[in-house]
């Protein structure tokens, strides 16, 4: 029996905007500032710095690794709450979390760094009693077998009693029915069809929930 509701964050609870803004605007803007470039060419090469390091090694997704090496004078909070006002999350998830939770214990399970689910989260937070980050807590730059096995480990739960949603069809689908866990793929885009495939997260409450 489903006893806890893992939740990805980034496409699932809330839009990519707020992410892409941090990375692909207030980096490049603050470095042009810096170092008198414009900003198409602070860009080019801040996203050139970001390439040569890639997605699959932890720098990547740390804030505070970037700033130092562009020697920008502001902090990694401060730099977050430049573009809070982008944080959007999907129409659906308020009463989506309002069900959920009344039959479920929820958690958060993302590859985001956990500055970023920290903010993101707020307003949504005590709707969830665990958050757990593939990079800052479990030092995993992708969400493996083995990470959310160890997030059942952290929950106390087997992993028939957790279902995880998420919309990488990789790490948020594939990746828990590995582990043993149950998975529903979130396809915003419609782009796959099948029995575990959901278009928003009102159509995984009434399979959940059904």
């Known amino acids: ?19 892409e803004k941090v990375w692909m605007e207030g980096m490049p803007r603050l470095y042009a500032e810096k170092s008198g470039l414009d900003f198409a060419a602070a860009k080019e090469y801040v996203v050139g710095e970001y390439m040569k390091i890639g997605s699959d090694h932890l720098e990547w997704y740390d804030l505070r690794y970037w700033i130092d090496k562009f020697e920008l004078k502001i902090g990694r909070d401060e730099l977050l709450e430049l573009y809070e006002d ?12 309002d069900i959920l939770s009344e039959s479920y214990k929820l958690v958060v399970t993302s590859n985001a760094a956990r ?3 920290s903010i993101e989260l707020d307003g949504l937070a005590d709707y969830f009693c665990e958050t757990f980050s593939a990079t800052s807590d479990f030092r995993e730059v992708k969400k493996s077998p083995m990470l959310y096995s160890a997030v059942c ?58």
């Open 115 to 117: 500055e970023f689910i």
């Open 1 to 19: 029996m489903i006893r806890f509701i893992s939740l990805d964050m980034d496409g699932t609870l809330v839009n990519s905007r707020f992410v």
């Open 86 to 97: 982008e944080i959007e999350t999907y129409p659906e998830v308020q009463e989506v979390l």
């Open 153 to 210: 480990a952290a929950l106390g739960a087997r992993p028939f009693e957790v279902m995880h949603i998420g919309d990488h069809y990789n790490y948020d689908y594939e990746s828990p029915l590995q582990a043993g866990l149950d998975a529903l793929f979130l396809d915003r885009r419609s782009m796959r069809s099948g029995s575990e495939v959901v278009g928003d997260l009102l159509e995984a409450v009434e399979l959940i929930c059904n």
